[in-house]
């Protein structure tokens, strides 16, 4: 198991033995509506997303992080956030979730600029794309926060969504990013 810590987050990579804290976290109504489209999440799709993501670390040595928020009585489990190969180009999809009730703290963000400055740095990738559903202000705003910028919209798993990019370049450009 990889770990990192970031002031106020522990970043794990991600295991077979995270499945229940998935499964959770997949089936919180946020994460819900505005990644699976409404449609509850069983134990085989949560397996399949481990077994793939498992497959990210074994290919890359970097994937999806498992994000813990430090508090006092122990670190809490708050979501996922990473970066995997988009299909079969030199690019990495990023993409995140947190459960509702640990957004809008600026966790997400600081979980993302780790993420991507590890994959970037142990990498040879040359931009970091997202695909954003349309009306979710909240990932659009991260998404410019981190320095990705819109380019137009584009089919993204049979739906229309916002397209985001930015090149390595862009991104150690900015001061902003965690050394990893």
Request: proline share 3%; charged share 25%.
């Amino acid at each position: 198991m990889i770990t990192y810590q970031t002031e106020r987050l522990i970043l794990t990579s991600i295991r077979p033995d995270h499945e229940a804290e998935l499964f959770k976290l997949h089936n919180d109504p946020l994460v819900q509506k505005v990644i699976y489209r409404n449609v509850p999440q069983t134990t085989e799709d949560v397996q399949k997303w481990l077994d793939w993501l498992s497959a990210q670390w074994r290919q890359n040595g970097f994937g999806d992080w498992m994000i813990y928020e430090k508090v006092n009585d122990g670190p809490i489990f708050i979501g996922r956030c990473g970066l995997r190969d988009y299909e079969g180009t030199n690019n990495l999809e990023f993409a995140y979730a947190f459960f509702q009730n640990r957004i809008g703290r600026g966790l997400g963000p600081e979980a993302a600029r780790f993420t991507i400055t590890h994959a970037l740095q142990n990498s040879t990738k040359e931009k970091v794309i997202g695909f954003i559903e349309q009306g979710n202000t909240r990932a659009e705003n991260v998404a410019k926060k981190l320095g990705l910028r819109y380019i137009d919209d584009r089919l993204y798993d049979g739906h229309l969504c916002q397209y985001y990019e930015m090149t390595r370049d862009d991104y150690f450009s900015q001061p902003h990013h965690f050394a990893g």
